[in-house]
């Protein structure tokens, strides 16, 4: 059984949906959990303290341990205060589930600065004010799990959500590079593109009777997302820098591959005529790598290539 016993976990957005369901697994399993919630709505606004409270006292309830912390993940200072918090009531911390967040639908046209900015400030800024300082403890620990929750309307796009799909595809960027330079101290990340029935969905529904009606919102419940989450949180987790898909209950590696492509002759000055006469072969998925940093990419060129880097 993979047991959290004498282990840290910070969830951020615990309060409600997948991020309670979260916080409750990983304290089942033995963690002292760090339940962090602002308590806002959907869209960002407000904020409410009882919403991470009623999880912790829901946690303690069943024998768990769990603090809460109502700071935004949305600032330097609330990322510090949220890390803060797990080392000052529990000593360390091994595993950060990042998955605050906000949502709403925009029309790519109709979409402002300031609509960008606040998705981006929440999810993308969020994911780094708060891994940085964690990320820092863990090195000194020499050990440390990140379980970035993404989207796959970040991966493979989903209309009306143009904001929120560059700030989840970032967390994957995000990740990779925590991935590379963290793997020498002993630190994992990787990522979550989750499906499950949550306010995000059923807010953007409108109407609750929607969510019984439409028979695949019947198949994506949440508890099925939090296996993969737990998992890749835990020391049994040996792996890195990679994407996991969670749907109604298939679970499934999502990643960037890299085809053979076509190279111009050495010495020629290719065109955009060549670029059309060999685009099969530029455009072409089989065969394919899937690089573990760009510097695989690099060298597989210089190789190719004759030249020594």
Known sequence: MIDFTDQVAIVTGAGRGLGRLYAMELARRGAAVVVNDLGGTMHGEGADTSVADEVVAEIRAAGGTAVASYDSVASPEGGEAIVAAAVQNFGRLDAVVSNAGIFNSIPFDELSADDWRRMHTVHLDGGFYLSQPAYRLMKAQQHGRFVFVSSSAGMFGQPLEAHYAAA?????????????????????????????????????????????QIGFLNMIKPELVVPIVAFLASRDCQFTHQNYSACAGRFARVFVGLGQGWFAEAGSEPTADDILAHLCEISATEPF?????????????????????
């Open 168 to 212: 989840k595809a970032g967390l994957v960027g995000l990740s990779n590079v925590i991935a590379i330079e963290g793997a020498e101290h002993g630190i994992l990340s990787n990522t979550v593109l989750p499906f499950g029935v949550s306010r995000m969905v059923t807010e953007t529904l409108g109407d609750p009777k929607a969510v019984e």
């Open 289 to 309: 790598t899937v690089p573990d940093s760009i510097f695989d990419e690099v060298f597989s060129i210089a190789s190719q290539l004759g030249v020594t880097t």
